[in-house]
């Protein structure tokens, strides 16, 4: 029997699987492929990291261990959801949920006070920001638009805003001080080991990461974030903002760089309330008030006390006398300042790259914004498209081309400011990359609170990652572009191997260059108002930014991009899309019971894991069922069952039932296999018969609160119930 992992995210998505796994399950079972369920979510991490804090009947696998395993052998054929990649506030929120039902997990300590805590802390290490991707992604990515939902785009543009000439948007960045100006790297020649040292100025000296492996062929980098340049320039841009009467906000990417972000969001928070955090350090000291956390965690701590009014006053004047701060949730009074896992740089500069360059002000309307992105390594990427289209206008997406992307990831390829080798020092000093004979590998002056980060790039993903780029551009006669910036130091490295590995290829006929990101980005939106298709490949990072920024541009998200995996060593990962408006989704859902989450990934992902059965399994079943549902992927665009934006019209429920219908009708209507079809049409016939039925169960379920029993860490039972309404649709699914 062959195999589909699925696994159970967070959010929007964990709804809707509780609405389209069972259909999945039903359909799938006819060609004799098990669909097995793995919670990778973000309270079952945190269950799965302390069975030492919980009662027997309590535990749970560790499903993302299993996963991680999995991945690495040629049987892995896993689906993956979006998940939360979380930052500390999320976490104390799903620690606090699961304590109030019952589990005694230990509360996160940030501050760890002896050994107990800070082996608490390390576990908890696992389950913050994007601890999921490393672990699945043992292969390169390859992302794009299928034809028929880029079609169905072309014919339903998205609403574009209009970008003017003189927008006073701008991207504003620091000049010196930052990751990118202090960037080192060196390729590695021979096997060994390596350790990270802090070295104080006054002799002391701190072991940061004990003796890890490194391999001949190995980049690795190191780099510096200096805190006052940062606070000096964020200082400087909020002067300027001012003086110019533009709106400010931050863009930073607070999950997957969840070491490294949330300390230069809590920077920027610090330095525009500068005058606050000074005159009640002492409040602020005893509440545990960080600034890292936002806005909202200082005011969730400051209730009840004594000084609460005052400071909120005291906040609420800063606001008025300063730079005008761009809103999450104008209605709400949320700013960008509220909470650092709210303003992700991927999705918020995509969305104001769609919206005409502009966000939301405290009144509700959208207002021209510099957006600081301090770091260069890619501001430049960002800069580019704002001046680009403050030249040209928006892109149009009736005419507009598509960009691809094919991105290296593999092996935690490039996990920046994140992980094991991230840290902020306590003092002034140097942190030096060693290896076990005492050579300096790499070296860093810093200062008290300066970030001291260091990556790894295996070489055989940076191989692969090639070979994907040479397969892509022939298999659909598309240029592909390299975006390496040869001024930074990582970048040069890489150039070297891609050069290198792109001799083993016949490129004859093939367009295959490598430009600096500036001029990719310009020589990309050239090609794009002329109708033409253009390869990004990129790094890890600017992945995550190429693949939000052109599919919102293209199709208004990114959530119907395929978007698969090829394994390194023979297994298939397909994911399904962003996940970056689930949050907004499920609170919709619980207020008004209307979810607009859009599953068309999962159907692509879907399709892909069937049609990669039927290659590796030679399960013939498999194939069908995979055409099938390409064909009803189709009919569901072309008669546009997606979710609407509107409570009484189709959600995601309705959207379900509609591509179960079409791929009961496709599978009906096929040839190759008369098992099949005859199956199938009956329960093709009972959808179309049922219809008026099942769309008034479902309208019916719309309007009213939703219960599921909590938001991290749901009852799954009720959460059936709320997202499988219709008694008609659930009958006939369970009897296929």
């Not at 940062?230 to 906000?249: D, Q």
């Not at 700013?335 to 650092?340: A, E, G, K, L, S």
């Not at 990114?558 to 978007?563: I, N, W």
């Not at 599953?599 to 049609?611: D, K």
């Amino acid at each position: 029997m062959s195999k589909i992992y699925y696994t159970l995210t967070d959010e929007a998505p964990m709804l809707a699987t509780h609405s389209f796994l069972p259909i999945v399950k039903a359909f799938t079972k006819t060609a004799d492929i098990e669909i097995i369920s793995s919670d990778i979510s973000l309270a079952g991490r945190i269950l799965a990291n302390f069975p030492e804090f919980l009662k027997e009947d309590q535990k749970v696998n560790d499903a993302l261990a299993q996963l991680g395993d999995l991945a690495k052998t040629p049987d892995a054929n896993i689906i993956k959801l979006p998940n939360i990649s979380a930052s500390t506030p999320q976490l104390d929120e799903a620690i606090a949920e699961l304590q109030k039902d019952g589990y005694n997990v230990p509360n996160y300590p940030s501050e760890p006070k002896n050994e107990e805590e800070k082996a608490i802390k390390a576990k908890y290490s696992k389950v913050l920001g994007s601890a999921v991707n490393p672990v699945l992604r043992e292969g390169n990515s390859d992302r794009r638009a299928p034809k028929a939902v880029k079609n169905y785009a072309k014919n339903n543009p998205h609403r574009m805003g209009e970008w003017k000439s003189d927008s006073k948007t701008e991207v504003a960045y620091m000049t010196s001080g930052d990751f990118y100006g202090t960037e080192t790297s060196t390729t590695i020649e021979n096997d060994g080991k390596y350790k990270i040292t802090f070295y104080g100025n006054d002799g002391s000296s701190k072991l940061l990461k004990d003796f890890a492996p490194l391999k001949a062929g190995e980049i690795i980098d190191s780099a510096t974030m200096h805190l006052n340049s940062l606070k000096s320039f964020v200082e400087k841009t909020l002067e300027e903002a001012k003086e110019k009467n533009v709106m400010i906000s931050a863009h930073l990417k607070a999950t997957m760089m969840k070491v490294s972000d949330p300390i230069m969001f809590g920077a920027i928070v610090e330095t525009y309330f500068k005058d606050v955090f000074s005159k009640y350090a002492e409040v602020f000291k005893q509440l545990d008030i960080n600034p890292n956390n936002g806005l909202q965690d200082l005011y969730d701590k400051l209730k009840g006390n004594e000084k609460e009014q005052e400071i909120k006053e005291a906040i609420a004047k800063t606001f008025e006398n300063g730079a005008k701060v761009a809103m999450v949730n104008s209605d709400k009074g949320i700013t960008n300042f509220h909470v650092p896992s709210d303003v992700i740089v991927d999705a918020s500069m995509a969305a104001l790259v769609r919206g005409g360059g502009k966000m939301w002000n405290k009144e509700g309307k959208e207002e021209d914004t510099i957006t600081i992105i301090p770091d260069r390594s890619y501001a430049g990427f960002f800069e580019a498209v704002v001046e680009d289209m403050k030249k040209n206008g928006a892109v149009d997406p009736r005419t507009m081309g598509s960009v691809p992307n094919v991105g290296l990831m593999a092996q935690k390829a490039e996990e920046y400011g994140s992980h094991d080798k991230t840290f902020q020092v306590s003092a002034d000093g140097n942190v030096k990359v060693e290896n076990e004979n005492g050579d300096v590998l790499l070296e860093q002056k810093v200062e008290k609170n300066d970030i001291f980060r260091m990556c790894q790039v295996k070489d055989a993903p940076i191989q692969d990652w090639v070979k994907l780029a040479v397969n892509r551009a022939r298999l659909s006669d598309t240029p592909a572009i390299f975006w390496l910036d040869k001024a930074r130091a990582h970048d040069r490295e890489i150039i070297k191997k891609v050069e290198k590995y792109l001799k083993n290829y016949d490129l004859t006929g093939l367009d295959i260059q490598i430009l600096d990101v500036k001029d990719a980005m310009k020589l990309t939106l050239e090609r794009i108002r002329e109708g033409k298709d253009t390869i990004s490949v990129s790094g890890n990072v600017l992945r995550d930014y190429l693949t939000d920024l052109f599919p919102i541009l293209e199709l208004g998200t990114s959530a119907k991009m395929l978007s698969i995996v090829p394994l390194m060593n023979g297994g298939g990962l397909f994911e399904t899309g962003a996940g970056g408006s689930a949050p907004k989704h499920i609170e919709q859902f619980i207020e008004e019971g209307y979810l607009r989450w859009d599953s068309l990934g999962e159907f692509l992902a879907l399709q892909a894991s069937l049609e990669f059965i039927s290659q590796t399994k030679n399960n013939k079943k498999a194939q069908i069922l995979a055409d099938a549902l390409d064909a009803a992927n189709d009919l569901f665009l072309a008669n546009d069952k997606s979710p609407a934006r509107k409570l009484g019209s189709i959600d995601n429920r309705g959207s379900h039932f509609y591509l179960a219908m079409y791929w009961a009708q496709k599978l009906a209507e096929q040839t190759q296999d008369f098992e099949l079809s005859n199956h199938f049409k009956k329960v093709a016939e009972d959808f179309k018969n049922n219809e008026e039925k099942i769309n008034s169960e479902l309208i019916g379920a719309q309007g009213k609160p939703q219960e599921i029993g909590g938001y991290y860490f749901p009852d799954f039972t009720k959460t059936d119930v709320a997202m499988r309404p219709t008694e008609t649709l659930n009958k006939i699914i369970s009897g296929i």
